[in-house]
């Protein structure tokens, strides 16, 4: 069967500190995608990771993929209230990006 | 430049009506997907089209349907409505350059 597992599924972090998302998947696949969504929202794409070892970076965001572990990782540096969102990590299995297998999702709540 | 369009943003259905949602893919995106979004099954591929065919199909019954047309753009129809889908339809067109996918707005459907 074909799996896709965040973890957290919540979390909540002071502004300032560092955390980070976990996103392990059960069957090889070396194109991984994180999206972001605000309440009542659509999905905003965030990272599109294409093979081994991938590491993409945007603002305090960092996302790196380690197909072998058939892990990826969203890493937040010094987080801010904005940041506040439910984040989905997705896997395409089948190499056309034409089906993708979501995560469960990590609610992020960032507090003052 | 013009994102993903889809029509109707919010509509509401009585039980065993039917219901066609339309997408219109980002100008040159000939893929076009779609995914349902409930707060219990989280993110479920529906279907993908590519010019004009159907390449994959998720674990829905037949009662979802879809169909691309030769302008790439989508629609996709649910009959016999249920409770059960109740949901926030996404559909997807893909950059095939860069193996992003990008997310309308969706169509909010409430099915009473």
């Known amino acids: 069967e074909l799996k896709v597992e965040q973890n957290p599924l919540f979390l909540s972090m002071q502004e300032g500190k560092n955390y980070t998302i976990y996103c392990n998947y059960s069957?090889?696949?070396?194109?991984l995608y994180w999206y972001r969504q605000d309440p009542g929202k659509s999905l905003e794409s965030l990272f599109v990771?294409?093979?081994?070892?991938a590491v993409k970076q945007e603002g305090r965001l960092m996302a790196s993929l380690d197909t072998k572990a058939r892990l990826s990782t969203l890493h937040i540096t010094a987080a801010v209230h904005d940041l506040s969102a439910t984040y989905f990590c997705?896997?395409?299995?089948?190499?056309?990006?034409?089906?993708?297998?979501f995560g469960t999702g990590t609610r992020l709540q960032v507090t003052l | 430049k013009a994102g993903v369009t889809q029509t109707p943003r919010y509509l509401i259905k009585t039980r065993g009506q039917q219901v066609t949602l339309s997408c219109s893919p980002i100008?040159?995106?000939?893929?076009v997907s779609w995914y349902q979004q409930t707060p219990g099954q989280g993110l479920q591929f529906l279907f993908e089209?590519?010019?004009?065919?159907?390449?994959n199909k998720g674990n829905f019954p037949g009662r979802f349907s879809g169909r691309q047309f030769s302008n790439s753009r989508s629609e996709m129809n649910v009959s016999t409505l249920e409770l059960g889908d109740s949901a926030l339809y996404l559909c997807?067109?893909?950059?095939?350059?860069?193996?992003?996918?990008?997310f309308g707005e969706g169509s909010r459907l409430t099915v009473l």
């Open positions: 997807a067109s893909h950059r095939v350059s860069t193996g992003e996918l990008f």
């Open positions: 990771l294409l093979s081994n070892g």
């Open positions: 997705a896997v395409d299995f089948t190499g056309t990006a034409s089906k993708l297998t």
């Open positions: 089209y590519f010019s004009e065919t159907q390449r």
């Open positions: 069957t090889t696949s070396d194109r």
């Open positions: 100008s040159g995106h000939r893929s």
